[in-house]
Structures are given as structure tokens and as C-alpha cells.
Nanobody, 124 residues
């Protein structure tokens, strides 16, 4: 079992920044890629960013490219998402998840463990 806990969400004005963290415990994410997803009210959950196990590759949704940065500290079993230049359309619940393999995956069903989510609200 892997237990993922997100933190760092909150209310921020447009143009502001937030840093999300995701702490992993249990069998952790050894040799697994990790990802961030988000779900806005009334919309389906969507991929935001992913990072492979060896931290040599990252991938972003077009909507956040250039504004968000995903990173991980494998020694601390922690995943991060630095979000800059936030927009109201970034509002939603943000989830971290463990991929089923070491490479970056973008589909929800390629992730087997999920956190409970953290709310991010960007006001205009």
C-alpha cells in the first residue's frame, strides 16, 4: 500500500503562486513515475504534470506549460508542484498520484494510488 497526502493548497489571487507538496508513505513510489491531476467543478479530472522515477524527464499539459514546475525528492518521498502566474481557470482540487511504472503517463487509469486532494482557488 502507498499512502499519499497532499498539502499546500489555498486561496490566491490571479498572478500569485502556490507550492503543493505530496508526501508518500508505505511502499512509497520507488521506481514509479508520479503525477499531478486536477478537477474543476463540473469537469472531469485532467492531467497536469508528470515526472519520471529518475527525475530526468517531466511533462506538462499545454495549459500549464511555462507556469508550473513539477519536481520530486526521492530521498524524502515527496512530490512537489510549483505553480506560478496562477489563473482563475487553474481553480480545482489537485491530486497527486503514483503511476504504474517508471515512465511518465498521462491517463488516469495508468495511476494506481491517489491522494485525497487539496483545494486550489484562484480569484480574479
Amino acid at each position: 500500500q502507498v499512502h499519499l497526502v497532499e498539502s499546500g493548497g489555498g486561496l490566491v489571487q490571479a498572478g500569485g503562486s502556490l507550492r503543493l507538496s505530496c508526501a508518500a508513505s508505505g511502499r512509497t513510489a520507488t521506481f514509479h513515475a508520479m503525477g499531478w491531476f486536477r478537477q474543476a467543478p463540473g469537469k472531469e479530472r485532467e492531467f497536469v504534470a508528470g515526472i519520471n522515477w529518475s527525475v530526468s524527464n517531466t511533462y506538462y499539459a499545454d495549459s500549464v506549460k511555462g507556469r508550473f514546475t513539477i519536481s520530486r525528492d526521492n530521498a524524502k518521498n515527496t512530490l512537489y508542484l510549483q505553480m506560478n502566474s496562477l489563473k482563475p481557470e487553474d481553480t480545482g482540487v489537485y491530486y497527486c498520484a503514483r503511476a504504474t511504472g517508471p515512465g511518465i503517463l498521462t491517463r488516469q487509469y495508468d495511476y494506481d494510488y491517489w491522494g485525497q486532494g487539496t483545494q486550489v482557488t484562484v480569484s480574479s
